[in-house]
């Protein structure tokens, strides 16, 4: 594992080389499953196998063999892409995309299951020989079509797969999978043209990727895509109700929705469904100029779990996952504001603003809190713009800012994050300052074992 002073330490990457999006968050006895993106040979995208780690309590997490490498002559023989991890009759099956040499955007849907059901470690996949989705339907004139996903509803196995249509429009498309071995294309879940997905989202998508689908234990779905117009650009989320259709099984009605994470370095979110409550990992880019990853052997990061819920309003509530407290030193290292503390590589920050309040974090990145307004400002050195974000007015306004390495996750209140990559100069020793009359400042230094 690097030593690089950016790398991050406690969140899910591998001991080097490239990684991206988070696949099959999944629970089977008492640990927790997270497989994703990775090429083993290099810090660049191709070559794409799935990592996989482990852990029994989200904060501390093992290294495993890889589970999925493309197979030599197979429908995965270009990259083993990005799906799901389910439970298919007391077997953890992976539900991926597989792409050939001569795809253009266009997978198959493919199949491996654990080849021991019994093995903790889930340590040895066997995929099958031929796809159970060999493409996406001919009369749709799909161009994108990738990242299947399979939840359930009223006792019914379904699965979505991101699409891009020839015209520009995405969408997520619906199938029928109650049999993981037979598919139906049942419809279009929903696309582009949505009047309420254009007033979340924008209309500059040609695709969106990864669907994930959701339901919070209050009964509300939602909807979260990755917003593709050529590259990964952002993420958005969507919250409705699901019902059944006539035409399609399903469709999903949006009531609202908006940015998923307001920050600059994030996409390709997954979400593991849990009885109460719901888990959603997302991958973090690097952000520093050409050649340094390679330099550095490693690219990306997962961020921390969140647990994804909504507000009565129809807006997404998101919060870390309160196991990572466990992570925090017995005693903080800053108590109050003021400047001058020197600030570790990996901390966990929470302020109280009650006025206007600026929360200096080194030299790379600022945050104006201003409760009056309702508003979060976040102003990362060499960007000419911040982030700019909006919630709720009131008499105080809680911000949580979770740093390991070049990760930093910003959390306002519970109604919005923001992702951005911050890196240390060599031999900087980054300083808090904070200001702002009868602000509550606490941080924390991360301890305890690092992933392994």
Known sequence: MSRDSNAPRFRVRPPANWINDPNGPFRWGDR???????NPDAPVHTNVHWGHASS??????QHHPIALTPTPGGPDEAGCWSGCVVDDDGVPTAVYTGIDHHHTGVGTVCLARAADPDDPALTE????SLPVVPGPPTDLDVVM?????????AGRRWALVGAGHADGTPSVLLYDCDD????RFAGVLLDGDDPVAVDAFGDKAVGWECPQLLVTPGGHWVLLVSLWNGDPSATGYLTGRLEPSAEAGLRFTPRTGGPLDHGRDFYAPAVLQEP????MWGWSWESRGPGEAERADWAGVLTAPRVVDVHADGTLRVLPAPELKTLRAPEPFVTRAGTGTRLPEAYDLAVTARTVTTVRLGEGLMLRIDPTSGTLAVHRAGRPAPVEVRVARGAELNVRVLVDGSLYEVFVDDRATVTERVYRRPGGAPQLTVTGADSAVTAWGLVGPTLN
């Open 32 to 38: 927790y499953h997270l497989f994703y993106q990775h």
């Open 56 to 61: 029994s309590d989200l904060a501390r997490w």
């Open 125 to 128: 996949w066997k995929p099958l």
């Open 145 to 153: 079509f990738r990242d299947p996903f399979v939840f359930r509803h």
């Open 180 to 183: 993981l071995t037979d598919w």
């Open 276 to 279: 109460e409550r719901t888990l």
